[in-house]
């Protein structure tokens, strides 16, 4: 029998518990806003903020248009991938089985100046400071980092002319502890299988990928410290059914558990998978040597290809990067709304945005 009292309270904690997550929201979006505008707390945009938080020689150009690799070594960009060889087998295996992998070892990260410890080391060092892992990104190296992926991807999602989505994340895992709320902390892990978005919304009308999301391991990837899981393609019945009421919920009803593939990946190698691929990332456990960090972005088929569609448009507020802005460099302004924006969009896994910093960013938050 249901007691009129107790449902009574549990409906007044959910209207408690969504006022305070408006409240949060609102309070991020007027700073966020503010700092769009130019205005915002001022350390913000003093690199010098920023450089405490180096680690391993990560810089901050006073011209970031000098740090990219095309103004440092551009003859790094063929030598990264120099061991690839043709990527059109990835390509294929991406395109029946959903996911794909580019391991580290056939890369040479460091021809484009890429040095994943020290990203690691700084993505620590930030977290233990109450900032996004995310604001990695305020560093030359981590762009280098995206300069790069345009090499690897592109043949992938097979258009050279591919752009970034402005919803880049980092995430740097814990150390689990009895905590039931610890994977609502800012640069948590988000364990429930999903897609990120619909068949329709990432293939265009012949069947052709139009988005592909990346995921590349900042340390290495084990079952211990947190890899990623997918379910390839032929085994998920609801991969392209978006009539069906579980597509966009395939954790709810007849989720194929038994053909689930962990994905255990080296520092540096390049994951992909199309964003209605089921997939999650596992968490840290107690047996872990360190606890997995990563960063997770999507690249999509130009905008003279398919436009971006408006929502996404409004969510992410900008058009996604080209390569030619990429390869000029981003000034520092452009990073830090860059990387505020990223958290903003990634509010419904951390909605009250617990673990930031407040006092530190200069922000507003109650």
Request: glycine share 6%; hydrophobic share 40%.
């Amino acid at each position: 029998r249901v007691d009129p009292m107790a449902q009574f309270r549990q409906q007044q904690a959910e209207a408690k518990r969504e006022m305070v997550e408006e409240q949060a929201r609102r309070s991020y979006e007027n700073d966020l806003i503010a700092i769009e505008e130019g205005a915002g707390p001022a350390h913000l945009r003093d690199r010098n903020f920023w450089m405490q938080y180096s680690r391993g020689g990560l810089t901050i150009a006073e011209d970031p248009s000098t740090a990219t690799v095309r103004a440092l070594n551009e003859a790094g960009r063929a030598a990264l991938t120099r061991n690839v060889g043709d990527l059109t087998k990835t390509a294929d295996y991406f395109d029946h089985r959903g996911f794909s992998a580019v391991d580290a070892e056939r890369l040479d990260w460091a021809s484009v100046g890429v040095n994943f410890d020290a990203i690691a080391e700084t993505m620590q060092a930030l977290a233990d400071n109450g900032l996004p892992p995310v604001y990695v990104m305020m560093f030359d190296e981590a762009w280098r980092f995206i300069e790069g992926l345009f090499e690897i991807v592109g043949p992938i999602l097979r258009d050279e002319g591919l752009e970034l989505e402005s919803s880049l994340y980092g995430w740097a895992l814990e150390v689990p502890e009895l905590d039931a709320k610890k994977g609502e902390k800012i640069g948590q892990n988000f364990g429930v299988p999903h897609r990120d978005l619909s068949y329709t919304d990432s293939h265009m009308a012949d069947g052709a990928s139009s988005i592909i999301s990346v995921w590349v391991p900042i340390r290495d990837a084990t079952l211990d410290n947190g890899c990623m899981y997918v379910v390839p393609r032929e085994h998920d019945p609801l991969f392209a059914a978006v009539e069906d009421r579980a597509h966009l919920a395939p954790h709810t009803e007849r989720f194929p558990w038994q053909y689930a593939r962990a994905l255990p990946a080296k520092q540096g190698s390049v994951l992909s998978w199309h964003p209605n691929t089921i997939h999650w990332g596992s968490g840290c456990t107690t047996y872990a040597d360190e606890p997995r960090k990563s960063i997770a972005m999507a690249f999509r088929v130009p905008q003279s290809r398919q436009p971006m569609p408006e929502k996404d448009l409004r969510s992410q507020r900008r058009l996604p990067f080209t390569k030619a802005e990429i390869q000029n460099g981003l000034s520092l302004h452009e990073r830090v709304v860059f990387c505020t924006r990223c958290v903003y969009l990634y509010k419904v896994w951390h909605p009250t945005f617990d673990g930031l910093n407040k006092e530190k960013l200069g922000f507003g938050l109650n």
